[in-house]
């Protein structure tokens, strides 16, 4: 069996790399299988171990066990989400409720607890090094929220209850999956597409006619250019009746049932409500702290996407007399607007922004220049896909550090969005270095044509490396607080001030350059681009708290208080935040909301920008302190990357600037301060 299965044995390759070219999709499930049983034997070693509880016997061996389920599961988690196929679909369903159950019978198990709190009342004479005590900490906290102090009857209850959630979970994710790759929007006519690039019509290119892949948000980038109102209008209704119009991939049902089980969960454990319960261990504290901030901050957004409605409908209606401002006619008339006010069309920067030029010369560049840090790509390593880049990555002494993988095109068997993960974890217990994976989804040319992004790409590509140098950096003896094993409204943080170099003047210089011609960015274009950043940031903000306050509303709900009508609820909750405007959807609706109904985000999508205050006044202190320098990058490192959720957040925040966030920076950014 270990002959015949690589995932049984550790990788022998570098950095216990994957062995794509080795791996079957029929691998996983027998893998899966031993690793539970490992890790079930490891444990029941460490519970009935008759020694007294220590640290050392019962904490740290907890933190060592488990390797083959771990290293197993990161493949395929990562391969269900990067390359996915109805093999793996099917065997993520059986799983689901497999690995819930497994999960219930660590930390249920009574004897196993009895240690860690034997332990846990002994911290006072352990003397233990800073990182081991918080360990300590985190390991109680999470075991009591798990349910160890529950009754024989409630541990029941709530290992039935995670099986079910498990399971909802996946299927969400599965049916927006196959629902985006099903429910394209087909065009015979090219001349519908006016406005598009020949290099996106090709790409579009599908028989004897194009078809426009949906996004995994509401609305669609192609909104900015199309000049046909009636295909942006039947590309909107599409994508907003994705997962509630009936038919098999309908998620209504599955969002209440889901919100359901999680509000009797949250009960259960002693919570309110889900929001209270996941708000608990995040720097926010509290569901009022998280109101308080997404009520201020769409009160403005609000008010300033009101304007901006009035600016373009007045825009539309000098060339669409009678004409009413409808959802698919935002993008277009705020670039039309944008245009005219500032006389800058954000086409005119693709060409200055091919992929590679800008992975490279900016994003590895600007880690360069703050880390001293660098980068070699590897050919001699086997992935999943072709298209996926391999580099080795180097600390400034010239130590191994890391590997980076890059998967940036966009495909049927790939989820939407763009988001980082972890092959293997950085821990000095286990001796192990990171190898870590940034996802995008950009649209792939044709062969031989250049990939040319846009800028809200380019940004994304800096965003998404914020995180794999959170990954990279990390330097915890622990694996449970490896990288970005923090709290899910710090996350964020390091990711969004990574952004910060995308329009740097020193990093745009050395990546925006013509992909025919090598020649710069011109110096007005930027400076038309900077004039316009804060035009339609009150649609972006409204857009994205809009999702946020539809998270909040629905995990803030009793099992009682669950309704009949999913669709009407969404709407009401819209209503009584104050962002239902008619012109305005939120960015994502339940249906397809899979940062919170199949991903880590429930009663967590506030994140963002909860993140972007500590990120805008991260960005102050770097301007105020000389920007792009080895000593401001080492800093933050020092303070922030490399110790991972090794202390509280907060606290490594306060470290690294010295003082507390102050959210005036990102209210004016944002254009949200007058």
């Keep these: 069996m270990t002959e015949s299965n690589p995932l049984l044995i550790d990788s022998p390759l570098p950095y216990q ?34 020694e007294p509880p220590t640290f050392e016997n019962t904490v740290v061996a907890l933190e060592r066990c488990g390797r083959l389920l771990g290293r197993t599961l990161r493949v395929f988690m990562n391969l269900a989400s990067a390359h996915t196929s109805a093999d793996i679909q099917a065997l993520e369903r059986d799983l689901a409720p497999k690995l819930a159950a497994h999960s219930d019978a660590i930390s249920l198990n009574p004897a196993l607890f009895a240690r860690i709190d034997g332990v846990y009342q002994q911290r006072g004479s352990l003397a233990l090094d800073p990182e081991s005590d ?56 090219r001349a519908e597409l006016a406005g598009m690039s020949d290099a996106e019509i090709a790409a579009s290119m599908d028989g004897d006619g194009y078809l426009i892949r949906l996004k995994n948000t509401t609305s669609h980038p192609s909104f900015t250019y199309l000049q046909n ?55 926010a504290r509290t569901v009022e702290a998280v109101d308080r901030m997404l009520a201020d901050i769409a009160e403005r957004s609000v008010r300033n996407a009101r304007r901006e409605a009035a600016e373009l409908q007045e825009q539309m209606s000098a060339e669409l007399p009678g004409a009413t401002l409808e959802t698919w006619d935002w993008l277009y008339y705020a670039e039309r607007v944008r245009q005219a006010k500032y006389a800058f069309d954000e086409s005119e920067l693709r060409p200055y922004l091919e992929l590679n030029r800008v992975l490279v010369d900016g994003v590895f560049y600007a880690a360069e220049r ?48 763009a988001w980082n993960s972890a092959y293997i974890k950085q821990s000095r217990l286990l001796g192990t270095l990171p190898v870590v994976a940034n996802h995008m989804n950009v649209q792939k040319p044709p062969e031989g044509e250049p990939t040319l992004l846009t800028w809200d790409e380019v940004v994304t590509l800096f965003h998404e490396f914020g995180h794999a140098l959170h990954t990279m950096l990390s330097d915890v003896q622990y694996p449970k607080f490896s990288g970005t094993s923090v709290p899910r409204d710090f996350v964020e943080f390091p990711s969004q001030v990574n952004e910060m170099w995308t329009d740097w003047p020193e990093v745009l210089r050395n990546y925006a350059r013509h992909y025919e011609t090598g020649e710069p960015m011109p110096a007005a274009m930027l400076e038309k681009m900077e004039a316009a950043a804060k035009f339609n940031q009150g649609y972006k903000t409204t857009e994205y708290v809009a999702a946020a306050l539809l998270d909040q509303a629905w995990h803030k709900l009793t099992p009682e208080q ?113």
């Excluded at 790399?17 to 490891?42: S, T, V, Y």
Aim: hydrophobic share 40%; aromatic share 10%.
């Design 17 to 50: 790399f994957p062995p794509f070219d080795k791996i079957r999709n029929q691998h996983f499930g027998p893998a899966i299988e031993q690793g539970m049983r490992e890790q079930l034997a490891e444990v029941d070693a460490i519970a009935g171990n008759p």
């Design 134 to 189: 918080y360990l300590l900490q985190k390991l109680h906290k999470e075991f009591t929220r798990a349910g160890a102090n529950l009754n024989e009857a409630g541990k029941n209850k709530l290992k039935e209850l995670n099986a079910r959630i498990a399971t909802l979970r996946t299927t969400f994710e599965q049916n927006v999956l196959k629902e985006q790759n099903a429910c394209g929007v087909r065009v015979s006519d």
């Design 229 to 283: 109102r009636g295909l942006r209008e039947r590309i909107q209704k599409v994508s907003l009746a994705r997962g509630s119009s009936g038919g098999e991939f309908d998620n209504r049902d599955v969002v209440l049932l889901l919100v359901r089980l999680r509000a009797e969960r949250a009960r259960l454990l002693g919570y309110a409500n889900h929001a209270e319960y996941q708000t608990e261990e995040q720097t």
């Design 370 to 417: 703050q880390f001293g840090i660098t980068f070699r790509e590897r050919h001699d390593l086997p992935v999943y896909l072709p298209d996926v880049q391999v580099y080795e990555v180097f600390d400034a002494d010239g130590k191994p550090l890391a590997i980076f993988l890059a998967d940036n095109y966009a495909r049927p068997s790939k989820q939407g969005g």
């Design 562 to 674: 669950v309704p009949d009508d999913a669709v009407a609820f969404e709407q009401q909750a819209l209503e009584k935040a104050g962002v239902a405007l008619p012109y305005l959807p939120p960015r994502y609706r339940s249906f397809y909301f899979t940062h919170v109904f199949s991903g880590g985000y429930s009663a967590g999508y506030y994140s963002y920008i909860w993140a972007e205050v500590l990120d805008a006044d991260a960005v102050a202190w770097f301007e105020e302190n000389g920007g792009l320098t080895r000593a401001n990058g080492d800093r933050l490192r020092t303070h922030v990357l490399s110790r991972g959720g090794s202390a509280d957040s907060m606290t490594l925040y306060r470290a690294f600037a010295g003082r507390d966030p102050d959210s005036r920076a990102l209210l004016a950014r944002r254009g949200l301060d007058a």
